[in-house]
């Protein structure tokens, strides 16, 4: 049996884009184990190819990981010896070095190692693969398996995709009977989304035209959810798994949120997304990956590509200056009639 491991150690959102790029590997093996970091593992497991995921948090990826020691080096070095691994593919972002994890599955004795590297790798890859600037990170991570050898399914189109999942019933009355529209408010970042106030005014707007809007967000957003969705949204902060989001998103007839990891996982379900896009990074780089996607944001605004995680322009312009006419009109566009 061949067991192939593939690695994207940060958040939810990129272990989605990596999604086009796993089922081409897991075409060409047996088994497909992904290892992913804490905020990654909920991703890592909606992948279709994937048979197993391994979690292990990266001091040189996380900003909260404990300090690199031994011990937590020697954990994953015995896992991976564990597992007998044929082959690796480290999947990284551009601005990101895949040769830390590699030096560690050379340790454990991994006898082929591919990645996208810019530093001179000595013998730590079998194949150091080279990409332009650009690209969309999803056809980026896929250039990397098909420079290994991998490629999809005749029937496969390349796009964002996780395993179909139930809404459960409790969260079905909740969100309640009929077309409604999803806002998600919330980023890992407070850059990249827009102000709380801004936020509740375009789902106070939505509503006014006519829509139903259930307001998503994780735990730790609740007080977030609970100001944007005021008294004319459901709030569902805090109250869905990611794979019980992806359901949500899925029954929606548009998505809006900002450039976070459930706007790919949005994407990934086939919804009309409404992307409301910070420029700190670029968006034809990070925007979601889908055929149903519009993009709105002063993508020229003073903050571009600063890589900012606080706004550093005051009144946050580039999406702050949305106005609800240009959020009604995306949502409609993309089919969201009330």
């Not at 992948?47 to 404990?66: I, K, N, T, Y």
């Not at 949204?233 to 109250?239: S, T, Y």
């Amino acid at each position: 049996m061949s067991t192939a491991l593939v690695a994207r150690l940060d958040s939810a959102g990129d272990v989605l884009i990596t999604g086009p790029a796993v089922r081409a590997v897991a075409d060409g093996h047996d088994r497909v184990v992904f290892l992913a970091g804490p905020r990654g593992r909920a991703a890592a497991e909606l992948l279709p190819g994937v048979d197993d995921v391994m979690e292990w948090q990266a001091p040189w990826v996380d900003f909260d990981s404990p300090e690199l020691t031994a011990g937590h080096v020697e954990s994953l070095i015995k896992q991976l010896v564990d597992l007998d691994v044929d082959r690796a593919l480290i999947f990284t972002s551009f601005h990101q070095s895949p040769l830390p994890l590699a030096l560690l599955c050379r340790m454990a004795s991994i006898p082929w190692v591919g990645a996208i590297s810019e530093d001179f790798p000595g013998t730590l890859l079998n194949l150091r693969h080279h990409v332009e600037p650009g690209i969309p990170e999803p056809v980026r991570a896929l250039s990397l398996a098909q420079a290994a050898g991998y490629q999809l399914r005749g029937a496969d189109d390349g796009r964002l995709a996780v395993t179909s999942t139930t809404l459960p019933r409790k969260l079905a009355r909740l969100v309640g009977p009929g077309r409604y529209v999803v806002f998600h408010p919330g980023a890992a970042v407070p850059a990249r989304q827009p102000t709380p106030g801004r936020s509740a005014a375009m789902v106070a707007a939505l509503a006014g035209a006519g829509h139903r809007v259930v307001v998503t967000g994780t735990e730790s957003e609740r007080g977030l959810t609970a100001e944007v969705a005021g008294r004319c949204a459901v709030d569902l902060g805090g109250a869905t798994t990611l794979a019980e989001l992806a359901a949500i998103f899925a029954g929606a007839t548009a998505v809006v949120a900002p450039n976070t990891g459930p706007a790919h996982l949005a994407a990934a379900v086939g919804a009309p997304v409404v992307s409301l896009f910070a420029p700190v990074v670029p968006a034809e780089q990070w925007s979601p990956y889908g055929t149903r996607v519009t993009v709105l944001g002063d993508q020229n605004a003073p903050c571009r590509l600063s890589r900012a995680r606080t706004c550093p322009v005051p009144g946050h312009p580039c999406l702050d200056g949305i106005s609800d006419a240009d959020v009604l009109a995306a949502v409609e566009r993309l089919g969201g009639q009330p």
